[in-house]
């Protein structure tokens, strides 16, 4: 592999993470809301430390600026675990979702060689959420990487679906 193909590669590494990050902002800000909120419940709960995050069952949930690792961080109080529980669904989705389309932007991306041609291969929703492609306009039809590849055409559109979830949700907040 030459050193203009790994320069590329990286480069389309670059694109995908900054594209997962803006799809996920919110989601991920909406989730650290929800933990610091269930960690502020658990001090009130009587749980020392609360503030630096939560255990709940065999996982710790660490706040922004605290390791996960952190001994001091105390289980979810009894009453929260419902809650607690919630949580952890709403974390587990945010996880999954994010690594698929994470992944399945990484294929797509992969048949890219330009900005331009991930701004065309992407639906169009992201335009404007991702600096970068604002002033890119679309010169080919969404998907064109995966025209002639069924399989892989599901899979887009499966992503697709999460991106716009993200994004209603994004509206809601």
């Given at each position: 592999?030459?050193?203009?193909?790994?320069?590329?590669?990286?480069?389309?590494?670059?694109?995908?993470d900054?594209?997962?990050?803006?799809?996920?902002?919110?989601?991920?800000?909406?989730?650290?809301?929800?933990?610091?909120?269930?960690?502020?419940?658990?001090?009130?709960?009587?749980?020392?430390?609360?503030?630096?995050?939560?255990?709940?069952?065999?996982?710790?949930?660490?706040?922004?600026?605290?390791?996960?690792?952190?001994?001091?961080?105390?289980?979810?109080?009894?009453?929260?675990?419902?809650?607690?529980?919630?949580?952890?669904?709403?974390?587990?989705r945010?996880?999954?979702?994010?690594?698929?389309?994470e992944?399945?932007?990484?294929?797509?991306?992969?048949?890219?060689?330009?900005?331009?041609?991930?701004?065309?291969?992407?639906?169009?929703?992201?335009?404007?959420?991702?600096?970068?492609?604002?002033?890119?306009?679309?010169?080919?039809?969404?998907?064109?990487?995966?025209?002639?590849?069924?399989?892989?055409?599901?899979?887009?559109?499966?992503?697709?679906?999460?991106?716009?979830?993200?994004?209603?949700?994004?509206?809601?907040?």
């Open positions: 592999m030459d050193l203009d193909m790994i320069t590329l590669k990286k480069e389309r590494q670059l694109w995908v900054d594209i997962v990050k803006h799809i996920f902002e919110v989601a991920v800000e909406k989730r650290e809301r929800s933990l610091s909120g269930l960690a502020e419940k658990n001090v009130a709960a009587g749980s020392p430390y609360g503030f630096i995050g939560v255990v709940i069952g065999t996982t710790r949930y660490a706040l922004e600026g605290y390791n996960k690792s952190d001994r001091r961080i105390p289980a979810l109080h009894l009453v929260l675990l419902d809650e607690g529980r919630d949580f952890q669904k709403m974390d587990d945010l996880k999954s979702d994010r690594r698929s389309v992944q399945n932007l990484g294929i797509l991306v992969g048949k890219c060689l330009t900005q331009q041609d991930i701004r065309n291969a992407l639906p169009d929703i992201l335009q404007n959420a991702v600096p970068w492609m604002k002033a890119l306009p679309r010169t080919q039809e969404e998907a064109w990487p995966f025209k002639d590849d069924p399989m892989r055409m599901e899979q887009y559109e499966q992503t697709k679906s999460k991106i716009y979830y993200y994004f209603a949700d994004r509206m809601l907040n």
